[in-house]
């Protein structure tokens, strides 16, 4: 029996900045000055992609602070150009991450604690066939140091911030990814680079000179 899939979907700067690519709100911790980084950077080849992987899905896995954006938008979007978005979003399951007690108003969440994560998202492979993560950068890299996904989707924009929350940060879990398909190249600049896990880094030496024989 084919399980599920989990699927992380983030967009980043050159130099792997995660952080609020939507609007200045999202997330302004340590200081953060370029929230909504994304937003002059439209692109319709990202939008396609993206959109048939909102068709796709059939549960949301998100970490609290984008579960709280999401909640308070999303519910009321379900006309106009975003409206099969907000359809999409609010007839799915949502299980949200948190450390903190919450009482979720948005139909269809499942709380997750803090210790019940790696239970949780196996039981999602056997619950839906794609269960996507998108932004959360703080449970992504929760998710990434335990290899609890099975896609890793970046879409890397042309622009260098300098600060913020990375997708790799300093002291990251070593991993090897494998590419899963050429890299998709929006007008715009945007890269899509879709990975999967594959086990750990290996060394080798490059200085050695070949044996003549």
Do not use: C
Request: charged share 25%; no cysteine.
């Amino acid at each position: 029996m084919t399980r599920g899939r989990i699927v992380i979907d983030l967009f980043t700067t050159l130099d792997g900045v995660a952080q609020a690519p939507g609007g200045p709100d999202e997330d302004r911790s340590n200081g953060f000055a370029w929230g909504g980084w994304q937003a002059p950077l439209n692109d319709e080849t990202v939008g396609e992609r993206v959109g048939a992987g909102i068709r796709r899905m059939d549960a949301l896995l998100l970490g609290r602070r984008t579960y709280d954006i999401f909640a308070a938008y999303w519910p009321q979007r379900t006309g106009g150009d975003e409206g099969f978005i907000g359809r999409r979003f609010n007839e799915i399951p949502k299980y949200v991450a948190t450390r903190g007690a919450l009482e979720p108003a948005w139909a269809g969440t499942t709380v997750i604690g803090p210790d019940e994560l790696a239970a949780t998202v196996d039981g999602l492979r056997d619950r839906h066939d794609e269960t996507h993560v998108i932004g959360s950068v703080d449970l992504v890299q929760t998710l990434l140091r335990a290899q609890l996904f099975d896609e890793l989707n970046l879409w890397v924009y042309p622009i260098v911030l300098g600060e913020g929350k990375k997708v790799f940060p300093e002291g990251a879990a070593p991993a090897r990814l494998r590419l899963l398909e050429p890299a998709v190249s929006g007008a715009g600049g945007a890269l899509l680079l879709r990975y999967g896990p594959d086990g750990v880094p290996e060394t080798g030496d490059m200085t050695t000179e070949p044996t003549a024989g």
